[in-house]
């Protein structure tokens, strides 16, 4: 697997704080061992309506969000319980990074052992609009805002946590290591 150094994209913002795992993915969707379909329950209850039809008001239902690969949240972001599958379901979900001014420090674990990178950056939330094309330079933890050159800093990703996302997550690292892959 090649490292992932740079992740270019347009970034969705949650308007929102303290977002539980819960909220994340839905206990009801806890039941597989195994990612498929998971993407598809990312923020069920808050996506759709009680009749299961989607909400056009959420923000990952609105057009200008699809392909998005950023997304952008504010403080304490998988706060809750410990749910491996809080991640899986958001890189399910075809997002490639979050942003958040903080996150739950269960969930910041969770993230890179399932291969999901994710950066603190407090000014990221205040700073960045829905649709901003943004180059994140994993590294040294630089977002550079394209409509403006304008460049935030986040905490960059530890070299170990950088090992875990080039791996494809801690499994993958584990086996690596073991000399069961390549």
Not at 3 to 26: A, L
Not at 153 to 158: G, L, R, T
Request: hydrophobic residues 40%.
């Amino acid at each position: 697997m090649d490292p992932i150094r740079v992740i270019r994209s347009k970034t969705v913002v949650m308007p929102s704080t303290n977002i539980d795992t819960d909220q994340i993915i839905p206990a009801r969707f806890l039941t597989t061992t195994t990612r498929e379909g998971l993407g598809a329950a990312l923020f069920a209850d808050l996506r759709n309506g009680p009749d299961g039809q989607p909400r056009p008001d959420f923000v990952l239902n609105r057009p200008e969000s699809r392909g998005c690969q950023v997304l952008v949240a504010g403080r304490n972001i998988g706060c809750g319980s410990s749910r491996e599958h809080a991640p899986m379901a958001i890189k399910g979900a075809g997002v490639s990074l979050v942003i958040a001014k903080s996150f739950a420090r269960i969930f910041y674990r969770n993230a890179f052992n399932m291969g999901l990178p994710i950066l603190e950056c407090p000014e990221a939330f205040d700073s960045l609009n829905e649709g901003d094309e943004v180059s994140v330079f994993l590294q040294n933890g630089e977002i550079t805002i394209s409509k403006n050159g304008r460049k935030l800093k986040a905490q960059p990703v530890p070299e170990f946590m950088q090992s875990l996302l080039n791996a494809g997550g801690l499994m993958n690292y584990v086996k690596k290591k073991a000399g069961l892959v390549k």
